[in-house]
């Protein structure tokens, strides 16, 4: 296993927190940031405490290794943008064909702003969920997007980052196994439980993939991966 650090990209979704599970298992030092830009399903970043304290009931021995969480306020993202995440907007797809939950460029800010914090504290990787496989078509969730962006931040600021996307090719079923094998299946559980997707916030009904309103989106595309998973699961 490697002695260096990571700084993972943390909201309190299923993606980020089985990255963190991913980067506990493979570097010495491991990180959290958050974003607090005015979204309106809050209630991911409420989860975030609660969720990194799951993380470690399931795998203890990452205690050591979990360091600081640190929350960044960027109302102003919220200001600039017009979207269906930070407004009372139905959730809706642009006549470009992108979902109006779309706020622009919000992952080059939110790595820009990572890249800043992993400057000041040594460390070498930034993790994140970005993934291209079944994704909202996010063209900031690209590889070439963040393959890019790790360029222009290290020529930006002399560093030697590296932007790691453990999740890019996975889909969500490959990525609720990815979490199975980190930390079987009291991880799983501890994701479940703990981690939020839903658009609408709601944590009212618990359903076998977890919490949410079940018809939005995020809720959709969550239920179908926890499906195939469990088929997959299926001797
Ligand atoms: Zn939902």
Sequence with gaps: ???????????????????????????????TI????????????????????????ARPDWAAKLGPDHLIGLQALGQVSDTSLTTDAAIAFNADGLPNSFVPGRNI???SFA??????????????????????????????TI???QVALNLGMERRFVLET????????????LAESLGGAALVEALLEHTHSCYLG?????????????????????????AAYAASETP
């Design 1 to 31: 296993m490697t002695q260096e650090k990571a700084l993972v990209l943390f909201s309190g979704g299923q993606d980020s927190a089985t990255c963190l599970a991913w980067a506990l298992d493979r570097f010495a030092q491991v990180e």
């Design 34 to 57: 958050g974003f607090d830009y005015g979204q309106r399903h809050r209630i991911e970043l409420d989860c975030r405490a609660a969720l990194r304290a799951a993380l470690l009931q």
């Design 115 to 144: 890249a800043a914090i992993a400057y000041r504290r040594g460390i070498k990787h930034i993790v994140g969920g970005m993934c291209e496989t079944d994704y909202s078509g996010y063209p900031d969730c690209r590889d070439d």
């Design 166 to 177: 453990p999740l890019m090719w996975l889909d969500k079923a490959a990525t609720w196994r």
């Design 147 to 149: 393959k890019a962006l």
């Design 202 to 226: 709601d944590r009212s009904q618990r359903h076998a993939w977890g919490y949410g309103c079940g018809t939005c989106p995020a809720c959709d595309l969550r239920a179908k991966g926890w």
């Design 109 to 111: 800010i939110f790595l």
